[in-house]
């Protein structure tokens, strides 16, 4: 039977894991990444959390407190940072990432908005860093919450605004020095708004709707039906004033400026101007069949 809880998500995972197996060999990585793991789930036992699973190089598990999931976080870091150190050791590094919030138990697993908003929180992360929302920081201990600092800002899938991402200084001597306020929430923006159309269909993204899907899915805000499309082909996002087109694809994505200048990327992105045309998987013309065209708006 499914259960509603509130928890703390911690994901963990190996970074450079495929690196390892190239460099190292299919024995030694693989007997690494299995020491990794050991430990990940070691320290959440340690701190009363539960291992929810395991995928690949990957841990997630669930605590009742932030501040549980944090000590296995920061035992995690200092674990395999000194068992790395050793000699013999293959130098390895992990990230970790983490928000509380409402997820849905059913059987061993979970689900939910929380739970993307946990392995987003991983995404953002970088080798040794402890990576967390706004949320989550606004339910710990004052103690720990002074180890915390505000590092960026993020869209997150299901979210309408930008969630705020902090970084808990686990090992402060090799924290980077920063400016001790930055006004993320509040700083002024000029954003204007995109308007993208295909055909009859139009959508816009602005302050009040930051991110759109599209591919041939009858599920994506813009759908264009095509044998090189791919079923959430990309995404345009609204970061901090800018909009920024992500691919997600097979075959990529081609672009086009009203100057001509054409830029393609694959599982990546770049920022869109003024106005254009977008082809997917293949490039367009502008006008032509499969053409999405772009513009911003003042």
Known sequence: MAQDLEVAILFADVVGSTQLYDKFGDTKASETVALCLDVMKDATHNYNGTVIKTIGDEVMSTFA??????????????RISSESRQTGRIPVSIRVGCHFGPVVQEQNDIFGAAVHTANRMTSQA???????SGETVE??????????????????????????LYELLWNPEEATSMLPTIEWENRE???????????????????????????????NDLVVKGNLISRIHAK???????????????????????????????????????????????????????????????
């Open 139 to 164: 339910r710990m201990s004052p103690k720990l919450r002074e180890q915390t600092r505000q590092i960026d800002v993020a869209t997150v899938r299901g979210k309408m605004d930008e969630v705020a």
């Open 65 to 78: 407190t932030v501040d549980d999931a944090m000590g296995a976080a920061v035992m995690m870091q200092s």
């Open 189 to 219: 923006r000029n954003a204007s708004n995109m308007v993208l159309s295909f055909r009859d269909q139009t959508v816009e993204v602005s302050d009040k709707r930051k991110s759109v899907n599209i591919g041939r899915a009858d599920d």
């Open 236 to 298: 345009v996002e609204l970061r901090r004033g800018k909009f920024i087109l992500v691919d997600q694809s097979t075959n990529g994505t081609f672009l086009q400026n009203v100057q001509g200048e054409e830029t393609f990327i694959r599982r990546d992105s770049t920022e869109l101007k003024d106005e254009g045309t977008i082809g997917l998987g293949r490039a367009e013309e502008p006008g032509g069949s499969l053409a999405i065209h772009f513009k911003a708006l003042d």
């Open 126 to 132: 970088k080798s040794r860093q402890i990576v967390i």
